[in-house]
């Protein structure tokens, strides 16, 4: 299969690899990465045909550009001598307008080695007038500098040709996923609020839920719908469900308004395939049938800007939560007042992740996909964190897609429905084990550590406060690649 040349974005380096796989899981075709080093701002890939790139260019936002590989050496008198043995390759494009380009990563070349550069290739000899604006086709030399610091000229100067590698390529086109952030850019939007993600970030989570025309994508923690907006634009049908209504609608008060998260949609022309936006706690939620959504993907609040509530009174020692309607003096009950307002507490992000996994094992079609950000303490993270529910899986590769903030980062997890039944629905109630398997999370009580940046835990001495089951020596799903 032929090779391709994939120039990429340096942001969210571990979030690539998972994004161009699952495009290539979406089309159906079949994706290899060749590059040694997977990180730098190019990468090699091989594909059957132009066409499957195209399909990268349209939906990958950390794609830059893609070229079709011709040659790479470590000098230019290797490439050459390599594309000298390859003059066949230009045979189609002999009699087209043509530009070659001259790029590199970490580096910028002086504009007379630039020429210089051009000219040495003359005895390809192309037949076609040069057209730098409009070319039918463009040749592209690549030189691949490693990373460095660099502060006055002369260094720079010094440092120009000692490059890792340099590539000759066709150029097949330019990223027509990235124009999209701009596009999608929060600042621009028209509803959004404390929480709503960035739309690059969004992009990336929403490609990993394998997003197209005729499936249904759910987020039960929706908030303003930052993340059905790209769902919806690859084609899916969306629907949103939060505890707190106000999230959705918006402040804005009176009969006939627009919800806010339908005028964002309005904004990028997706609001057709908006199913609902429904206000309901996921733990007293009305969905009775389990098996027909198509994927999950949610950014479930974890106490820093906006916490996770849950239906009921947090318990105290003197008043313990109750499990039955209240009985106001009257013989009435509280909940059937005109101007009730149901209570909340506070839903441990321990309790929630793990509830999560078990809903997406209820409402999942099988191999349908849940995606979520866990926050987690950096240090603290291990892979036994992840709950483990039979019927689902983490789809992993290496370590993982993390955005670092330092002592803490957001972890993108990726599950597949392996069942192929619905099984029960979830109970969601709290989560105990034995003390002896008991092990605290990374992002267990996440809200707490964060206002006291991430100090070191105490061992734990008690078992009062129940723990959901996590994974370990029993995990049945060792880490997975894509």
């Not at 002999?94 to 051009?118: A, N, W, Y």
């Amino acid at each position: 299969m032929p090779l391709y040349l994939l120039r990429v974005s340096l942001d969210h380096l571990t979030f690539r690899l998972p994004s161009l796989l699952s495009i290539a899981q979406v089309f159906n075709f079949p994706l290899f990465f060749v590059s040694d080093d997977k990180f730098r701002s190019i990468l090699i890939v091989e594909l059957e045909r132009d066409e499957d790139v195209e399909k990268l260019l349209d939906r990958a936002t950390l794609i830059m550009s893609a070229s079709r590989l011709y040659t790479q050496a470590s000098s230019y008198d290797e490439l050459h001598a390599n594309l000298k043995q390859r003059l066949h390759l230009f045979e189609p494009d002999m009699d087209r307008t043509f530009k070659l380009s001259v790029e590199c990563s970490h580096h910028k070349i002086p504009g007379q080695r630039h020429l210089r550069t051009i000219d040495s290739f003359s005895y390809i000899a192309l037949k076609g007038r040069t057209d730098l604006r409009h070319p039918e086709v463009e040749f592209l030399i690549f030189e691949d500098y490693d990373w460095a610091t660099m502060h006055k000229h002369e260094q720079r100067l010094d440092r120009d040709g000692r490059f890792r590698t340099v590539y000759f390529a066709r150029r097949i086109g330019q990223s027509r996923a990235r124009p999209l952030m701009m596009a999608h850019s929060v600042k621009s939007r028209a509803f959004y609020g404390n929480t709503s993600m960035d739309s690059e970030m969004g992009f990336l989570l929403a490609g990993q839920a394998l997003p197209a025309p005729g499936k249904i994508i759910y987020d039960p923690f929706v908030g303003t719908g930052s993340l059905l907006y790209p769902c919806a634009h690859w084609g899916a049908l969306v629907l949103g469900s939060d505890i707190d209504g106000r999230q959705m609608r918006g402040k804005a008060k009176g009969n006939g308004l627009v919800p806010g998260i339908l005028r964002a949609a309005a904004q990028y022309a997706v609001q057709d395939r908006f199913l609902d936006c429904l206000t309901f706690d996921v733990t007293r939620g009305p969905l009775r049938r389990g098996g027909w959504v198509d994927a999950i993907v949610t950014d479930p609040p974890y106490g820093v800007r906006a916490g996770a509530k849950r239906s009921g009174k947090k318990a105290t020692h003197k008043k313990p939560m109750l499990s039955e309607p209240f009985l106001l003096s009257d013989g009435t009950f509280a909940h059937a007042n005109p101007g009730y307002i149901p209570p909340f507490r506070p839903y441990e992000l321990a309790h929630l992740t793990l509830d999560l996994v078990l809903l997406a094992r209820y409402l999942l079609v099988p191999k349908g996909r849940l995606v979520f950000f866990l926050p987690t303490v950096t240090e603290e993270y291990s892979d036994i964190d992840i709950p483990v529910v039979e019927g689902m899986r983490e789809l992993k590769l290496g370590d993982g897609s993390v955005q670092d903030f330092g002592k803490w980062g957001r972890r993108l997890i990726t599950m597949e429905k392996t069942a192929t039944d619905d099984g029960s629905p979830p109970t969601f109630e709290d989560h105990e084990l034995p003390l002896s398997d008991r092990k605290l999370p990374a992002h267990h009580d996440f809200r707490g550590r964060y206002f006291e940046k991430f100090a070191s835990r105490q061992p734990m001495e008690s078992p009062d406060d129940p723990l959901p089951p996590h994974g370990g020596a029993i995990d049945p799903y060792p880490d997975t690649q894509i």
